[in-house]
T-cell receptor, first 113, second 117 residues
Framework: ELKVEQNPLFLSMQEGKNYTIYCNYS?????LYWYRQDPGKSLESLFV?????AVKQEGRLMASLDTKARLSTLHITAAVHDLSATYFC?????????????FGGGTRLMVKP | DAGVIQSPRHEVTEMGQEVTLRCKPI?????LFWYRQTMMRGLELLIY????????DSGMPEDRFSAKMPNASFSTLKIQPSEPRDSAVYFC???????????????FGAGTRLSVL
């Protein structure tokens, strides 16, 4: 059974600081997704990482994937209040019949002024 | 495109009643997913359809839950009878799975917040 673990589960940080969210998964996969969820809202796709060493950046967020270590990171640079949300990673199990995703527990990020 | 459309947005019902949640996927997508989100269990995949055919329903918690996809543009998730522990936010998501399945991004609807009293 595929397990996806994120840490930390909760992160409170000051504006302007940097931090990294970690996503570990238990079985082979070469597709990993990051989503953002604002309180009471739906999930919004942020990044798709498709191969070992993949790096994607959008604004103050940068995601990377190390398939050998079964690890993805979401790095936040110079955080701003608008980044406050819950961030989920999701793993697509290799060789499955469809793109069934297993989600991590989420990291709730609060950026304080 | 309007995105994935779910209805109702909120549902409050009494224990024992039947509840039907509805989903319209993005036009052209051929995969549809039903998820349940709770504080305790996080985001769980309930069932997955590909080309209107249920592929994996191992996440459906009990026989009280059933899902159908009669055509490419409509799906329902039914709970009968409902119980208080079914209270959660239910999301529908859709994606396109084709020959170039590299991305397979799932797009989520706004969700249905279900409260069973």
């Amino acid at each position: 059974e595929l397990k996806v673990e994120q840490n930390p589960l909760f992160l409170s940080m000051q504006e302007g600081k940097n931090y990294t969210i970690y996503c570990n998964y238990s079985t082979t996969s070469d597709r990993l997704y990051w989503y953002r969820q604002d309180p009471g809202k739906s999930l919004e796709s942020l990044f798709v990482l498709l191969s070992n060493g993949a790096v994607k950046q959008e604004g103050r967020l940068m995601a990377s994937l190390d398939t050998k270590a079964r690890l993805s990171t979401l790095h936040i640079t110079a955080a701003v209040h608008d980044l406050s949300a819950t961030y989920f990673c999701a793993v697509d199990m290799a060789n499955n019949a469809g793109n069934m995703l297993t989600f991590g527990g989420g990291t709730r990020l609060m950026v304080k002024p | 495109d309007a995105g994935v459309i779910q209805s109702p947005r909120h549902e409050v019902t009494e224990m024992g009643q039947e509840v039907t949640l509805r989903c319209k996927p993005i036009s052209g997508h051929n995969s549809l997913f039903w998820y349940r989100q709770t504080m305790m269990r996080g985001l769980e995949l309930l069932i997955y359809f590909n080309n209107n055919v249920p592929i994996d329903d191992s996440g459906m918690p009990e026989d009280r839950f059933s899902a159908k996809m009669p055509n490419a543009s409509f799906s329902t998730l039914k709970i009968q009878p409902s119980e208080p522990r079914d209270s959660a936010v239910y999301f529908c998501a859709s994606s396109f799975r084709g020959l170039d399945s590299a991305k397979n991004i799932q797009y989520f609807g706004a969700g249905t917040r279900l409260s069973v009293l």
